[in-house]
């Protein structure tokens, strides 16, 4: 299939093309049909399948289209956890339409709001944005989302994670009860379920990549290591690979700014990332790796899930995750987009456990390699 059987407006695929994207995705096959048509949508996808373009193409078609685009107030609003993937996810929707008049505007907290009020003010016709901030400019009333017509929640399982079910429900009754819902997870627990209840309305159900399945292509070794030997294990296996970048995970922040300093007093150039730094801290450590200024960044669970490196090689569970399902999402950062990828986990005594959970969860057992 290609994007042109999706039936795409010429502007998209002119961006498209531009991007070099050859043909969509398991979950833009079946998704962009389904929301281009106006339906609700229920999507269950890892991050990293392209599900933002999943609902990015078919909402901005469909603003194209829309006749009353040229009146005031926000048309699209794109909730989501982080204020990372808040960032990405504006990078790639101005992408998408860059040959058209559509406006895009993002908004997440820890900088300063007066940037993103102007940007507001001058008009937006999509807004992405963290639940925290919005609901402050929306107490401040300078954003109102009474002209909604398409709302997507993205990665709605790693919004309870993080506690966000409240700010949710607050929001909820601001939109319009006629508008289009998109909702994308990457697993379906129980309260998952009930949220997608009270917010979509006769959805279509779209399924790509099982928890199980996006594992496969990945090379998982196994180190068992005793605590106090982390760092040479950790320092052993990035000198191995001089030319590879790698995404180190911690368990806590303190962790993570620990493994970062005993790196740079062993000489490997890296950043670390998590709550406590600031977003311009955090912007600038994910620039630096991206341009292979710094080739290890460390980063707790929740920070980096808005990192997305195409080409990243080597992912490093140094502490292991409190629960399996987050190992299936970490390590799925790498062996995108056809790469090679590896993940790395360093396993002691006490976190036996979880090891064996791993195994279960992915139907694998993981290489042992000390």
């Not at 106006?38 to 933002?52: C, F, P, V």
């Not at 373009?53 to 699209?76: C, D, E, H, W, Y």
């Not at 493994?259 to 994910?286: M, T």
């Not at 140094?318 to 790498?334: K, L, N, Q, S």
């Amino acid at each position: 299939m290609t994007f042109s059987e999706l039936n795409l407006s010429k502007p998209i695929l002119r961006a498209l093309e531009n991007k070099q994207y050859q043909s969509p995705t398991p979950i833009q096959q079946q998704a962009i049909p389904v929301a281009l048509s106006g339906r609700d949508l229920l999507g269950l996808a890892q991050t990293g399948t392209g599900k933002t373009a999943a609902f990015a193409i078919p909402i901005i078609q469909q603003l194209m289209s829309n006749r009353t685009r040229g009146t005031k107030g926000v048309k699209a609003l794109i909730l989501t956890p982080t204020r990372e993937l808040a960032i990405q996810i504006e990078e790639c929707v101005r992408d998408y339409s860059q040959y058209t008049d559509i406006r895009t505007c993002v908004i997440f907290g820890g900088v300063k709001q007066n940037p993103q009020v102007a940007a507001i003010r001058r008009g937006v016709d999509i807004l992405i944005a963290t639940p925290g901030r919005l609901l402050d400019l929306i107490g401040q009333r300078i954003i109102s989302l009474d002209t909604v017509c398409h709302f997507v929640l993205d990665e709605a399982d790693r919004m309870l994670d993080m506690g966000f079910v409240h700010d949710i429900r607050r929001l909820i009754p601001l939109l319009p009860k006629r508008r289009q819902t998109l909702f994308f997870s990457a697993t379906m627990p129980k309260s998952i379920a009930t949220l997608s209840q009270s917010l979509l309305h006769n959805p279509q159900r779209v399924e790509v990549a099982p928890v199980s399945s996006v594992v496969d292509t990945i090379d998982q070794q196994l180190y068992f290591v005793e605590k106090p030997d982390k760092i040479d294990l950790l320092v052993k296996v990035l000198d191995k690979g001089p030319d590879n970048n790698a995404l180190v995970f911690a368990r806590t922040k303190h962790g993570a700014d620990k493994i970062a300093r005993k790196l740079k007093q062993r000489g490997i150039n890296c950043d670390a990332i998590h709550g406590n730094k600031s977003q311009n801290a955090r912007q600038r450590a994910l620039e630096n790796f991206k341009n292979r200024k710094t080739r290890v960044i460390i980063a707790t669970d929740i920070a980096a899930r808005g990192i997305d490196i195409a080409d990243l090689s080597t992912v490093v569970n140094f502490d292991m995750p409190d629960v399996a399902e987050t190992y299936v999402h970490r390590i799925g950062r790498t062996g995108r987009a056809g790469h090679h990828g590896r993940a790395l986990t360093f396993c002691t005594q006490d976190e036996y456990p979880m090891l064996r959970d791993i195994q279960k969860l992915t139907k694998r057992k993981l290489t042992r390699v000390q």
